[in-house]
């Protein structure tokens, strides 16, 4: 109603008296119309104005979207849908700060909703140590310690709280809430009992390692100086202003003069064995360094000469391949033919039939190649 009242208001100054509803009581509206122009009215209405386009953070201008239905309304409706007794601060913001698109009015909105969404999930890796009044079933927070959270985060104006202002009642059981996991004594007393019995083992384990370093320093010179070198820039003096904390160090057995360890011989044995051993192949490693690029040497040069010999060997064998009677090329084998052709010599001569149809021997004269003399003595001597 107050929407529709404010567009009677916008088009009164715009008309005047024309913009009076049809269906209003005649009587009603000139108590508008005073009521608008009253100087306190006014003055309210610039009041009211300026507030809800105030942007004192620089984070956005603050909107409201949640409609006709109150913060009151979505918190009774929210706990009818998942039987709590109280509503959920972060879901409530989630639910009337958030357009349809996925993005949040404001920037301040939207920080508010991280930060505790951050330290909710803080709180939940807490349990871990065990079930305590904070968990639910499904081992999450319950929604008390959920509001209790988001009320330390949220900002406060007017004894209201971001995003919840007209939920003063619950807000109020929220900053009087139970004790969070992290500000319990009894898990604080567990938190501590686990970091001293952990501070005492790694002081032991140091122990250990010193008697190790010890031993090593006495069989290598140059481990022994540099070790020493480092332990001085270590320990050196803390200065007055700096206190140091050692919790329950005297609880924990942890002496502040260094304890000297006891080695048995079985260990002193293995780790001599270790040392010769480290020796051995630092020699090794000393000796492969200087040999090294003669033997590289030395086997490129029997490669190289093994590499001659057999180049020499293959190009021998290739000159000695060669057959001495294969024709060259067409052109000798061409100039033999034309040889061979000019060493014979053609000639008449009358050769006899042996017979002939009638019985009666004939003759008759054909030409035929005789060969020369030449050619003659040297087919004789073929044969």
């Known amino acids: 109603m107050s929407n529709q009242v404010s567009r009677w208001k916008e088009k009164w100054k715009e008309k005047g008296d024309e913009a009076k509803p049809r269906w209003i009581d005649p009587d009603v509206w000139p108590g508008l119309v005073s009521f608008w122009r009253d100087p306190k009215s006014k003055l309210k209405s610039i009041n009211s104005r300026n507030a809800r386009y105030h942007d004192p953070d620089g984070l956005g201008i603050y909107k409201y979207r949640s409609g006709q239905t109150s913060y009151k309304a979505r918190a009774r409706k929210r706990c009818e849908m998942t039987g709590e007794s109280t509503p959920d601060f972060l879901l409530l913001l989630d639910e009337t700060h958030r357009k349809p698109d996925g993005s949040f009015i404001d920037r301040k909105s939207e ?13 939940e890796s807490l349990l871990c140590l065990g079930d305590t009044t904070e968990s639910t079933g499904s081992g999450g927070l319950s929604v008390q310690a959920k509001n209790k959270i988001y009320a330390h985060v949220a900002p406060k104006k007017k004894g209201g709280i971001y995003g919840a202002s007209s939920l003063q009642q619950e807000a109020s059981s929220a900053y009087a809430g139970p004790v969070l996991p992290q500000d319990d004594p009894v898990v604080l007393s567990q938190k501590l009992a686990v970091a001293e019995a952990l501070i005492a083992n790694q002081a032991e384990k140091i122990t250990n390692f010193d008697a190790y ?49 006891e080695v048995d011989e079985e260990e002193k044995t293995s780790l001599l064995d270790i040392w010769k051993m480290l020796e051995k192949l630092t020699g090794t490693i000393t000796v492969l360094e200087s040999k090294f690029p003669t033997l590289i040497n030395q086997k490129v040069s029997a490669l190289d000469e093994e590499l001659s010999k057999r180049l020499a060997t293959l190009e021998t064998n290739l000159k000695g391949s060669h057959p001495a009677d294969v024709p060259i090329d067409n052109t000798t084998s061409n100039n033999n033919e034309y040889d061979e052709a000019h060493n014979k010599e053609l000639s008449w001569m009358v050769e006899e039939k042996p017979s002939s149809e009638d019985g009666l021997s004939g003759q008759r004269v054909v030409k035929k190649v005789v060969y020369s003399m030449k050619n003659k003595k040297k087919k004789e001597g073929e044969i």
Do not use: H, M
């Not at 969404?117 to 709180?123: A, N």
């Not at 481990?223 to 924990?252: D, G, H, K, M, Y």
């Open 111 to 123: 920080e508010i909703y991280k930060e505790v969404s951050s330290k909710i999930q803080e709180e």
């Open 213 to 261: 370093f010890d031993y090593l320093a006495e069989k290598d010179p140059e481990f022994a100086a540099l070790f020493r070198s480092r332990s001085s820039t270590i320990t050196e003096p803390v200065s007055s202003n700096q206190r140091p904390e050692v919790p329950n160090a005297t609880n924990a057995g942890i002496g502040l003069v260094a304890v000297e360890l």
